[in-house]
């Protein structure tokens, strides 16, 4: 994306970036979707098992609305449209774009210079080894077994 725009107040110039879904981040928000919903409690950095390279890509995930924290340097915490995304039942607009930490919507004019269109994309397009995991899947699966 080569999407740059200056700051009126202190004429700093800021440039968008895009985030698309890839293996390693759809790789660490399972990691860390997983821990959560454990025991559905939040989740302190030093607490996931990342390391600090996938950590930092990690936290840009919150630019896709399926992780949030409530304040800076906080617990993280997995959303409900997370939640839907590692179930497999929603899919997600990729790539997202964000602009000095603020994440830029479908109508920004950041969008005209990008080359790739985004698209819908599951989480089982990302990991194909990702299967659904909900408790009544593999209640229904233990029942076709047995």
Same mark, same amino acid.
């Given at each position: ?25 759809? +790789? ?59 179930? +497999?039942?929603?899919?997600? #607009?990729?790539?997202?774009?964000? #602009? ?19 698209? #819908? ?24 077994? +047995?």
């Amino acid at each position: 994306m080569k999407y740059k725009e200056v700051c009126e107040c202190c004429g700093q110039q800021k440039t968008a970036y895009t985030l698309p879904l890839n293996q390693g981040l759809v +790789g660490a928000f399972i990691k860390f979707a997983e821990k959560f919903l454990e025991n559905h409690e939040p989740i302190s950095k030093g607490k996931i098992g990342l390391t600090n390279a996938q950590y930092s890509n990690f936290q840009n995930l919150r630019h896709y609305g399926i992780i949030k924290q409530y304040e800076k340097g906080n617990e993280w915490y997995l959303t409900d449209l997370g939640e839907a995304f590692y179930y +497999g039942e929603v899919g997600l #607009m990729s790539p997202v774009a964000f #602009m000095a930490g603020v994440t830029l919507d479908d109508n920004h004019p950041c969008w005209q210079s990008e080359k790739n269109k985004r698209v #819908m994309v599951g989480i089982t397009e990302i990991l194909s080894t990702h299967y659904k995991r909900r408790p009544e899947y593999v209640e229904e699966k233990s029942n076709q077994i +047995g």
